[in-house]
């Protein structure tokens, strides 16, 4: 008997190559607390096939780019109508306010399109580690010196991540299932998924 084998997961954000890219799991974490619709991919086609934001990892710089992926785009197809466009520019332009307010940085891209209006088309991203990794030394060493123990900041800590989930869960289904791929990989999430349902 063959073992049998399981169909490939989507993925929700980034294509499935791109899910364990450090800077795209931190992007959708702020994309999920945001509660921004994240584009959907299928492996097997290699193509989105739920409109959404979607990330492309910059490997070599640690830069993410930022986009609005369009589920029935192909090459070839006529492009999007004005009204389509100005809620594409409209999602980035909210994405571009989260990330800056996440601490990221954020360089804004536009475009000139056929119809001669510049719009925003996409963003690059890049993460807050290096301020993040000199703030978080500085609060240690405040931190240290009031001694505040480990334990003290449970609260906090448990207070932040209640928020956070509060945000993805009620995001709806796609939101928790892009949270969990974020978190735990598509092979994880599926069992998580099937132990819901008591299968």
């Known amino acids: 008997m063959?073992?049998?084998?399981?169909?490939?997961?989507?993925?929700?954000?980034?294509?499935?190559?791109?899910?364990?890219?450090?800077?795209?799991?931190?992007?959708i974490s702020v994309l999920n607390a945001g509660r921004e619709v994240l584009a959907v991919f299928e492996p097997e086609?290699?193509?989105?096939?739920?409109?959404?934001?979607?990330?492309?990892?910059?490997?070599?710089?640690?830069?993410?780019?930022?986009?609005?992926?369009?589920?029935?785009?192909?090459?070839?197809?006529?492009?999007?109508e004005p009204v389509d466009l100005a809620e594409r520019e409209a999602r980035v332009t909210v994405c571009a306010r989260l990330f800056r307010e996440a601490g990221w940085q954020v360089e804004e891209y536009r475009e000139y399109g056929r119809m001669g209006v510049k719009r925003l088309e996409r963003l690059v991203l890049t993460p807050p580690t290096p301020h993040g990794e000199v703030e978080g030394a500085r609060l240690k060493a405040v931190a240290?010196?009031?001694?505040?123990?480990?334990?003290?900041?449970?609260?906090?800590?448990?207070?932040?991540?209640?928020?956070?989930?509060?945000?993805?869960?009620?995001?709806?289904?796609?939101?928790?299932?892009?949270?969990?791929?974020?978190?735990?990989?598509?092979?994880?999430?599926e069992a998580i998924i099937h132990a819901a349902a008591g299968s």
Not at 12 to 26: K, L, T
Not at 47 to 69: F, H, K, M, N, Q
Not at 159 to 179: E, K, L, M, P, T
């Open 2 to 27: 063959k073992p049998s084998q399981s169909k490939p997961q989507r993925s929700y954000g980034a294509p499935a190559a791109s899910m364990s890219v450090p800077q795209v799991c931190a992007a």
């Open 45 to 80: 086609r290699d193509a989105c096939v739920a409109s959404g934001i979607w990330l492309d990892p910059r490997r070599a710089t640690g830069e993410v780019v930022l986009a609005y992926c369009v589920d029935d785009w192909f090459p070839g197809r006529p492009f999007a």
């Open 144 to 189: 240290e010196s009031l001694g505040v123990a480990p334990e003290d900041l449970d609260d906090a800590v448990h207070d932040a991540f209640a928020r956070q989930s509060a945000a993805v869960n009620n995001g709806g289904i796609d939101r928790q299932i892009g949270y969990l791929v974020a978190q735990f990989g598509a092979e994880e999430t």
